[in-house]
């Protein structure tokens, strides 16, 4: 009892208190990295962003056709869409791909004009695969009737139910469709305020800690507009899509952006509040 007893009090204590030191480190750790303002730190890509003079990196070439041009922004070049076939795309790469779980940002500049659009919506930026208006996967930023809006889309999955474990005939299928494009109705998030159609400039903003049920952000030039349960999304969003600037991927709709947008950013993380308050005051 008197060994047992020595053995706790020389070995066993000092080993958990190590391990309650290491927990304590990594937790102070990732709260210092959250703290820190870096936005150069998982930048995936930067589109729309020549002239800038912060030094960030831009992102992989872009193209446009259609009624969009290069013309002069708040402090470098915008892209100006006439919101009738302006097409800007960006070729899909690794980077993109935001896997299961994978966090991530999106923002840009915009200065949105009214526009007669399908459902009242203009596309921002897109990175999503479609099937029609109904089902997608991937995700995106945009406007709904001037207020800033995401949907966050993953594929259907595998759910199991008691009547498919008994039923091995439905194993397959399941399997089969598990990446199969989701009803997006219950991804899309739209906040409250305020319309930006207001001939102004907007830094506009989403994040994604898909592991918190407060996780999900919408900011309009640096404050959160809204928040979400971003757990729900934590599916698969990766698709072979090219990334989309100011256009819609259903071509039957009509709903590309009218306006100027500058200054597209794509981030392989969430970006704290403090953070976006720093991108919205460059």
């Not at 870096?38 to 960030?56: F, H, M, P, T």
């Not at 219950?186 to 930006?196: E, N, R, S």
């Not at 830094?203 to 404050?223: C, M, N, P, Q």
């Amino acid at each position: 009892m008197n060994l047992s007893a020595g053995l706790i009090k020389r070995v066993l204590l000092p080993l958990l208190a190590l391990v309650a030191l290491g927990v304590g480190f990594a937790f102070w750790w990732q709260a210092r990295l959250e703290s820190r303002v870096d936005l150069s730190r998982k930048l995936v890509g930067r589109w729309a962003a020549e002239g800038q003079a912060d030094g960030l990196a831009a992102g992989s070439p872009m193209t446009l056709s259609g009624g969009v041009t290069r013309v002069k922004g708040r402090k470098g070049t915008a892209l100006s869409f006439d919101g009738v076939d302006g097409n800007v795309s960006v070729p899909d790469a690794r980077g993109m791909a935001m896997g299961t779980g994978q966090n991530l940002s999106v923002m840009a500049w915009i200065q949105p004009m009214h526009a007669d659009t399908t459902f009242g919506i203009m596309s921002i930026v897109e990175k999503r695969k479609v099937g029609g208006i109904l089902t997608a996967r991937g995700f995106c930023l945009n406007l709904s009737d001037g207020r800033l809006a995401c949907q966050i889309a993953p594929p259907v999955g595998i759910h199991l139910t008691k009547a498919t474990l008994l039923a091995p005939n439905t194993w397959v299928p399941l399997w089969k469709g598990r990446n199969a494009l989701v009803q997006v109705a219950p991804f899309i998030f739209v906040a409250p305020g305020p319309d930006l159609r207001d001939g102004q400039f907007h830094h506009v903003a989403l994040t994604l800690d898909r592991h918190s049920k407060k996780g999900g952000r919408l900011y309009v030039d640096g404050r959160p507009v809204m928040t979400f349960d971003a757990t729900m999304s934590n599916g698969n969003l990766a698709n072979a899509e090219p990334l989309l600037i100011g256009t819609h991927p259903d071509t039957t709709i009509h709903a590309g952006f009218k306006g100027l947008i500058e200054d597209v950013r794509l981030y392989s993380r969430a970006l704290s509040q403090s953070e976006i308050e720093a991108a919205a005051k460059q």
